[in-house]
């Protein structure tokens, strides 16, 4: 995988540590200097549409507004977009409006047509009202995390909300949490909170006689844990051996552990859903749930024949 394919499945943007569970050294300063991506300041890359971004807004004499700001701001999303999300002033024209991802008319401030993206708070609102739930929360975990707003703005926003998208507003207010590690973490979420019957804690801390772990997700009265299990996870020997450990201890406690890889929660959410509603239905003696049909086989690569 490419230093700009790691960067964009970490949400487009990551520190420098991030990079290197995955990268060299030499190879993430080539991807800085040939473009593929950005180092706008010290131990922070993004991906090289930011600037991309700003161009298209720039030309058109138009603010950065929703993933195109997020990105702008520093935060991780789920999906990065190619071409910008702008907010262009009431009563302008936009001949090339085509070229752009979304247009939106409305009025900015000074400071956000100064800065030429939308103010973090509004950013985040902005996002809520036209993405689906689990790339809305993406944003909303990322801005917390980066600490650009704080858990009371966004509720007091969600609260007298009304018009297109307040409903996730509200419920993006009402889950959105700064522990999330990454886009990958927080699409997890919003897809096992549609499922009825789990209390789930994140980050949850499991201390049992001999073992202390954290896990991403856990519902204690079920005894169940989550793991989003990153691409860069058991990047070495001995994290594999650590992680085999912690999971045969979790076992003997009487705890279940489900583990969820990055492209089936990214393009296999009904399937993610199917496994713990399953899981549940298993526990609980319900009929278990229709499998989804659209998560392709998983076929390991067959070394190539020698020639002759």
Known sequence: MSVAATLGHLGGCATAGQLRRRHS????????????????????????????????AYSACAVLSHVSAALEHGWAVKNVPERAWIVVSPG???????????????????AERAAGVTA???TVIDCCRVLPRDE?????????????????????????ARGQGAGTLRWVAAHADARAANPFESVLRAILLTIPGLDLRLQHVI????????????????????????????????????????YSELAIYNWSLVRFVWVDVMFHPDW????????????????????PHDVPAVRDRQPARAAG
């Open 25 to 56: 050294k030499r190879a993430i300063r080539g991807a800085v200097l040939s473009g593929e991506i950005l180092h706008p300041a010290r131990g922070r890359y993004v991906v090289a549409e930011v600037a991309a971004h700003r161009q298209q």
């Open 92 to 110: 302008r024209s936009l001949p090339n409006r085509e070229t752009f991802a979304h247009v939106s008319w409305a009025g900015t401030s000074p």
């Open 120 to 122: 973090p708070l509004r």
């Open 136 to 160: 809305a929360l993406a944003v909303a975990d990322s801005a917390l995390r980066a600490r650009a707003i704080t858990r009371a703005q966004l509720r007091a926003a969600a609260l007298g």
């Open 207 to 246: 201390a049992e006689p001999g073992l202390f772990a954290i896990v991403d997700l856990a519902d204690p009265i079920l005894r169940l844990a989550i793991e989003a299990e990153g691409f860069e996870h058991h990047g070495t020997r001995g994290g594999l051996v650590r992680d085999a450990r912690r």
């Open 272 to 291: 993610v859903r199917w496994v713990v509603e399953s899981w549940l239905a298993t526990r609980s003696g319900a009929p278990m749930p229709v499998r």
